[in-house]
């Protein structure tokens, strides 16, 4: 999740009147949805309102290029490490000689615009020659501009129980920072199992994009986070290839997959200066560090956190939901 936002927060819809009338008439009608803590609900699920008002914004008015690649997943799942892959993975062979990767003093959110926030409007601001869009939106929620177009997605999830605990620090800790009191971890907990957190239900998030994955299995390429764990070469190589540009023998032979890999490793990352100490979005109400998006990087991390009653409980419900689905998420 890119940031956990006031409700009250106005997006910036531009200098115009009409955008300014626009932004009012979705505040309008986002005030009579039903609303749950900080979180609206709209076609079957949850969100901070000022992501829910770029995505109605970007529903009516985002037009992809026809090259553009979706970076799509749901919060905390390993957004951040799939963004840095692939723009590494697609710029690469920008870089030549002494040019260095943008990666290593831009953190990864600042390479790759967010659908419902930085691209909430047609006509945008952005690097054409990267064609990565990222977006947290469900599935069924993405402009039918994109679904009906030959844009390709990569979809990212990951084990309910450590995405609910990524997303539980994360939000906690900026809450703390905005003075505000972060919910405990049993209520966030109750609220997840639920189906209450941002973008939430967590279950159906996944669910959409695993049946669009095999309804559309040449557009849609579905990861889990363990999975790219376990064999992050193997995966890099595969995004390459979905991407249409797959490392060349001669690339192959000379390091660069390995050297993709390590410039984007949890190590590596949060380590840099930009991302020890650096702000998102500084010029906004709604700042905050980069290093919030850089914890522990670990599989696992929930028995940490939660009991394994907790854990138990968690599980069940995933399996119950994804029932029939065919999908199995790594526990
Ligand atoms: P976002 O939805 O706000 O973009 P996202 O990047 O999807 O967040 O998830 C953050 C998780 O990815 C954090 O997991 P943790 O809380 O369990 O530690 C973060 O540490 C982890 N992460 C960030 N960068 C990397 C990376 N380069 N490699 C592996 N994991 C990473």
């Not at 900080?38 to 901070?48: D, H």
């Not at 469900?138 to 995405?163: E, T």
């Not at 700042?287 to 854990?311: C, H, Q, Y």
Request: hydrophobic letters at 35%.
């Amino acid at each position: 999740m890119e940031s956990s936002l006031p409700s009250t927060q106005i997006l910036d819809f531009g200098e115009t009147a009409e955008g300014e009338n626009e932004a009012k008439s979705y505040k309008e009608m986002i005030s009579t949805f039903p609303r749950v803590r900080g979180w609206s609900y709209y076609e079957g699920f949850w969100y901070n309102s000022m992501f829910l008002e770029g995505l109605m914004s970007a529903q009516d008015n985002f037009i992809p290029q026809s090259t553009d690649i979706f970076i799509t997943s749901c919060p905390k799942t390993g957004t951040t490490w799939l963004k840095s892959l692939t723009f590494a993975i697609c710029t690469r062979t920008r870089l030549s000689g002494s040019s260095t990767s943008s990666l290593l003093t831009k953190m990864p959110h600042d390479c790759v615009p967010l659908l419902e926030y930085d691209l909430a409007q047609n006509p945008i601001k952005r690097d054409c020659a990267v064609p990565l869009v990222s977006t947290h939106v469900p599935y069924s929620s993405l402009p039918k501009s994109i679904v009906s177009s030959c844009c390709k997605m990569i979809y990212i999830c990951r084990d309910a129980k450590d995405a609910f605990v990524s997303l539980w620090y994360f939000v906690a800790e900026l809450e703390r920072s905005r003075n505000m009191e972060p919910l405990s971890l049993e209520e966030a907990f109750e609220l997840f199992c639920n189906g209450i957190s941002s973008y939430g239900p967590y279950w159906d998030h996944v669910l959409g994009y695993w049946r669009a994955s095999l309804e559309f299995p040449e557009k849609i390429l579905f990861l889990t986070y363990e999975e790219m764990k376990e064999d992050t070469t193997a995966h890099v190589k595969k995004l390459a290839e979905f991407m249409g540009c797959s490392f060349t023998l001669e690339e192959e032979e000379e390091g660069e997959v390995q050297k993709i890999i390590s410039m984007c490793s949890f190590e590596k990352l949060s380590n840099l200066e930009v991302n020890k100490n650096g702000k998102h979005r500084a010029d906004t109400s709604f700042a905050s560090k980069n290093s919030v998006f850089f914890r522990k990087g670990e599989i696992g991390d929930w028995a940490n956190n939660l009991t394994p009653e907790m854990g138990a409980r968690l599980d069940d419900i995933m399996e119950q939901k994804l029932k029939g689905s065919g999908l199995k998420l790594p526990r």
